[in-house]
């Protein structure tokens, strides 16, 4: 008889036993021993249906084609841009990547200059490289405002299901907000609202873990407007 031993979002360890019979099946984080499925590494527990993986809680940043991405022009050549993302690797953006028309031979730095910020998303990832596209919808240079850096694992936490994390976080505080899958996050409003759009984004990465977020989430943002 097949029996689930740990419940979702629950928190484990290398070794740690996570269901007992063949109804469940190993994915990600976690591996078959027997009639076992144990955890390989410490992670968050994420159960659909028949299949239990695991979300690791610390790590960098894997990049996957169609990520959406925000980094830091750190260089360029006479035709691409090179953009930190947080990987190994740099992102590579070349001239007929980018959202507007280049003539070959033009200044580079007119339009995407060291240290400016983007968001692009990854258009093919092989061996030492990450290509990068902006020739998407909302994909462009960013205007200032603050970046925040969270674990890339927690990130489909803060955006929620549905996106429905973070369009709260944006209504209730007003400010834009860009999420990047590396975990770079970029936030534009008021001072007042920034911080506090900060704040909301930390408490979920510090609780990642617990049920019933989205709602402890609300009365932390109303409860810091109305004060």
Known sequence: MSELIVKDKDIVVPGEILAVGMDFLPAGGAYREGEQIVASQLGLVNISNRLIKLIPLTGKYLPKKGDTVIGKVVTMTFSNWFIDI??????????????????????????????DVVVAKISKVTRGAIDLTMREPGLRKLTPGKLVKVTPSKVPRI???????????????????????????????????????YQAINLIQEKAHMEGLTDEVSKFLEKAKGG
């Open 86 to 115: 947080g990987c190994q690797n740099e992102g590579v953006m070349s001239l007929r990547d980018t959202s507007e028309f280049i003539d070959k031979g033009a200044d580079l730095s007119q339009f995407y200059n060291f240290g």
């Open 159 to 197: 955006i929620g299901k549905e996106g429905s994390m973070i369009t709260m976080i944006k209504d209730k505080t007003g400010c834009k907000i860009i999420v990047g899958q590396n975990g770079v996050i970029w936030i534009q409003g008021t001072p007042e609202a920034e911080m506090l759009a």
